[in-house]
């Protein structure tokens, strides 16, 4: 009986974000029988300890740095000791350490793209500088995998000769399952039963904007006072979030959480998901709010703009005066029970007809059957 095929997924943190509950859903999913994944992470975090107890072989190389050639040699040795056949790296600063190894192993290379690291925010050089990695990794890789048509469209636009497939993000509905029992979190947190709860579950990174959603919820709380915001996650922007809540006097409507993993639980105990990107690949912490029948908030940026009909099957939001439009959108929806049910029936619909875990990896598995020899 043949061996299974080794695959190493390599992933920049240990830290539960998008990209690597991706490689969650995906190594999970993952035909056994035929592929075998070996996950590097280049820190430490929970997503190697869930790895760790499901049994799948994981290595962290320690790094936070981009093109970090001290660890190129430590990557390459770990692909050959492991015998692997085919490397998948999950974001830019993961491929930026493992292309080297692998092209001097001559082994195919897939790039799945998390969004990019190039924004219109950056100053012109930082994104001149950024535009030209990605395109420089993206000519590495044998396949690269953008997780939505409208982030393939923004790399087409920016790197020249760009090409990619499309397989959407995905998620596993049995896990994220509102008919599931869950416990309940809001006696933990505080709040009444007739309160509406607000969720924010992301890093704390300028890229979600957890201030600016504090500031609009402030907003918000003034026409609605029976709401509480729960923002659950870590990064270099919490503290800061902390004392803006502080700065507003809003500190009893604002309950912080760290991160968690019963992430299905806390979903469940929400009524309205916000997540007010500045810029997204396809957003995984949206996918699975909507899997879980909630009404959600979103930016019209990649990714999200896509996945979301505004007031079908939940709300976008335009950058343009955001304070006021991110506190009208939730003002609206905490005064709108039936229109958050709506939104909700109809983002579980679209998570079932569009973005399934096991649709994912198949697509997934059908790129390294024709990469593996």
Not at 24 to 45: A, F, I, K, Q
Not at 133 to 160: D, P, Y
Not at 204 to 227: C, D, E, G
Request: with cysteine.
């Amino acid at each position: 009986m043949n061996q299974p095929i080794k695959i190493l997924e390599t992933i920049r943190q240990g830290q539960i974000g998008g990209g690597e509950s991706h490689l969650l859903s995906l190594v999970e999913n993952l035909d056994r029988s035929v592929y075998e994944p070996v996950v590097l992470s280049h820190t430490e975090g929970p997503m190697v300890d869930q790895l760790k107890a499901a049994g799948i072989k994981t290595y962290v190389i320690p790094t936070t740095k981009p093109f970090d050639m001290g660890v190129w040699k430590k990557v390459q040795h770990l692909i050959k000791s492991e015998n692997i056949r085919l490397v998948h790296a999950h974001g830019t600063r993961a491929f930026s350490n493992c292309f080297w190894a692998a092209k001097q192993l001559k082994l195919p290379v897939v790039y799945t793209i998390h969004g990019w690291s190039f924004h219109d925010d950056q100053n012109f050089l930082v994104k001149k500088i950024r535009t030209y990695s990605e395109g420089f990794l993206t000519r590495q890789a044998n396949v690269n995998i953008s997780v939505s048509a409208s982030n393939q469209a923004t790399g087409k636009n920016a790197i020249k000769g760009f090409n990619s497939i499309v397989i959407n993000n995905g998620i596993n509905q049995d896990k994220y399952n509102p008919r599931n029992s869950y416990p309940d979190l809001r006696k933990e947190w505080g709040i009444p039963d007739d309160h509406v709860v607000v969720l924010f579950v992301a890093r704390f990174i300028h890229q979600k904007q957890p201030w600016q959603l504090i500031k609009s919820f402030a907003l918000a709380l003034k026409k609605h006072p029976k709401m509480r915001l729960v923002m659950v996650g870590d990064g270099d922007q919490k503290p800061k979030a902390l004392e803006i809540v502080k700065e507003l006097g809003i500190q009893e409507a604002v309950v912080f959480q760290s991160f968690r993993q019963d992430v299905p639980a806390v979903l469940a105990n929400a009524d309205i998901f916000v997540l007010p990107s500045l810029w997204e690949g396809l957003p995984i912490a949206l996918l699975e709010a909507m899997a879980m029948g909630k009404a959600v908030i979103g930016t019209y940026v990649d990714g999200t703009k896509e996945v979301l009909q505004d007031q079908q099957n939940g709300v976008l939001v335009s950058m343009n005066n955001i304070d006021s439009t991110l506190a009208d959108a939730i003002v609206d929806l905490a005064q709108h029970p039936q229109k958050r049910s709506g939104l909700g029936n109809r983002a579980i619909q679209t998570i079932s007809d569009t973005y399934s875990a096991a649709t994912m990896t198949r697509q997934v598995e059908n790129i390294y059957r024709g990469l593996i020899i």
